[in-house]
């Protein structure tokens, strides 16, 4: 069953739209990453189901939710440029967001403690947090986030801003996460979408336009490229590669063979049993994986 369902969603500015009709929904125990270029609407589509916004139209749903029950209360939101008071020490900082969550003293502090932990930052809770890093910071600002156990965590730009050192902190921590709430972010950045979400939500001037895990995604927008080295002149393979049904085009380079085909599965099958039946001497055979970069010049440039 959906964890949330999120139906025709669309959120203007001052009449002019950010967000168009978009439809997903996702299930527990999932990361998704919602990416697109600037100003696709990727930060008014979480403030809106943080419930920061209100939708113009559309409908956000979350399962087992009462009537009247604040949506907050089961989503954690970490914003793409959170603010803290420097001057308060992490453990400080998360014992009070404890409070405005109704926890009692003593539970803020346990909480305060195990997240402390959780997140890696234990030995650095009684330093002012103006002398934390930047990954601290994002750590910090993930153990505020789930303060109240939520079951989805949202993050706006997790790590956009992190250095490589950072950067790699916060995505380990969202690996070790994903095992206990369902995820949600954005980013920009296509290689730590695929990285570590399940699945991709595609965004395009506030249109979702692809919405399916990293190996549909490749099965539609895939160019399938193979590349074959064989022994001699290679020109005189090219009728024969021609004749497989799935080879749609090949041509011969300096060193190799590119062939584009259509079911890059059974063209494999087909060129290399040729190959093996007909004693061709192949010297190499790679298959290129389109790269998560190429769909998301496809999706949105079309
Ligand atoms: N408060 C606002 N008032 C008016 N327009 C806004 C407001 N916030 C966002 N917009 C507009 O809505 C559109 C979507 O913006 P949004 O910030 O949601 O995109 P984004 O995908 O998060 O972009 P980025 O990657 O740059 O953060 C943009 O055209 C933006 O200019």
């Given amino acids: 069953m959906a964890l949330l369902t999120v139906s025709n969603l669309s959120k203007n500015y001052e009449g ?10 996702f299930h527990p125990g999932t990361c998704t990453a919602l990416i697109g270029p600037n100003g696709a609407g990727k930060t008014t589509i979480l403030r809106t189901l943080a ?6 139209k559309g409908e956000i749903s979350f399962s087992g939710m009462e009537k009247n029950q604040d949506i907050r209360e089961h989503i954690g939101y970490l914003p793409q440029y959170p603010s803290f008071h420097g001057w308060m020490t992490g453990k400080e900082f998360l014992v009070h967001a404890g409070r405005l969550a109704r926890l009692t003293k003593k539970e803020a502090e346990q909480r305060a403690d195990d997240l402390l932990h959780k997140v890696g930052i234990a030995e650095a809770k009684d330093k002012s947090i103006s002398k934390y890093s930047g990954g601290m910071k994002q750590r910090l ?19 956009s801003s992190l250095d490589p050192l950072g950067r790699r902190e916060v995505l380990t921590l969202m690996e070790e996460l994903k095992q206990e709430m369902a995820i949600l972010f954005s980013t920009h950045i296509l290689s730590d979408a695929e990285e570590v979400s399940d699945r991709l ?3 395009k001037d506030g249109v979702l336009v692809e919405d399916g895990t990293m190996t549909e995604l490749r099965q539609k927008y895939q160019t399938s490229r193979i590349s074959m080295q064989i022994e001699g002149d290679m020109t005189g393979y090219l009728h024969e590669l021609e004749s497989i049904p799935e080879v749609k085009d090949c041509h011969a380079e300096k060193d190799s063979i590119t062939i ?3 079911d890059v599965e059974t063209a494999r099958r087909n060129i290399l049993l040729k190959a093996a039946q007909e004693d061709w001497p192949v010297t190499g055979f790679s298959i290129n994986q389109v790269s998560l970069e190429e769909m998301f010049m496809k999706a949105v440039k079309t």
């Fill in 16 to 25: 002019n739209p950010a967000v168009r009709q978009v439809s997903f929904s």
């Fill in 51 to 56: 419930g920061l916004l209100k939708p113009s």
């Fill in 141 to 159: 600002g993930i153990a505020q986030a789930i303060i109240h156990k939520p079951k989805l965590l949202m993050l706006d730009e997790p790590v």
């Fill in 201 to 203: 939500l595609l965004l």
């Fill in 260 to 262: 584009i085909c259509e």
